[in-house]
């Protein structure tokens, strides 16, 4: 079946750099990739998507790569803020089933001031 | 206000005593689904629903028990709890499947003492 595997599990940057989250995935198939954002204390939320059919996508300061040659996608904040810290997690949706998404483990994100 | 409501937010039990989460969407969203979350493990799939009267099983349904007798509600139950399914729990949902956004609830802690 589908496996998910994201690094790093913690990254840790300076207020403004980059931040880069990667996620590698094993089902050929799989179409769909989602990003969540988890604040403490409450639950994911997502920021981000792309589907299969779509190299990059953007949304002011965050953007989502897809390689499906690699098999691997990424999330990219740029111009990092405070409210960006957070923990992130991937996904991927196995071809074949739309109804059980496969989740990274998660990657907490700490801006430095 | 769209949300997913989730009861209680925390629950300290022992075990072998019954207890139910509730879990209430007033979106409309046909699939609901849960999510236990675990250190270093992500989130990992329950049960989820694709409509009334339509359940199956997740990745890790073992000790859990769901119904879904009307749209917006979906109960997560525990039979018999164990000290294992101590973990923070998340309820979901959207308009038809995993292809779409999910809507969280913001967690129910459990712990099985």
Known sequence: ???????????????????????????????YFPWYKQEL??????????????????????AVTLNKTAKHFSLHITETQPED??????????GGSNYQLIWGAGTKLIIKP | EAQVTQNPRYLITVTG??????????????????????????????????????TDKGDVPEGYKVSRKEKRNFPLILESPSPNQTSLYF??????????????????????L
């Open chain 1, 85 to 94: 810290s957070a923990v992130y997690f991937c996904a991927a949706l196995p």
């Open chain 1, 41 to 62: 204390g409450k639950g994911p939320q997502l920021i981000i998507d792309i589907r299969s059919n779509v190299g990059e996508k953007k949304d002011q300061r965050i």
């Open chain 2, 17 to 54: 005593k019954k207890l139910t989460v509730t879990c209430s969407q007033n979106m409309n969203h046909e699939y609901m689904s849960w999510y236990r979350q675990d250190p270093g493990l992500g989130l990992r799939q329950i049960y989820y629903s694709m409509n009334v009267e339509v």
């Open chain 1, 1 to 31: 079946g589908e496996n998910v595997e994201q690094h790093p599990s913690t990254l840790s940057v300076q207020e403004g750099d980059s931040a880069v989250i990667k996620c590698t995935y094993s089902d050929s198939a799989s179409n």
């Open chain 2, 91 to 112: 309820c979901a949902s959207s308009f038809r499947d995993n292809n779409q956004p999910q809507h969280f609830g913001d967690g129910t802690r459990l712990s099985i």
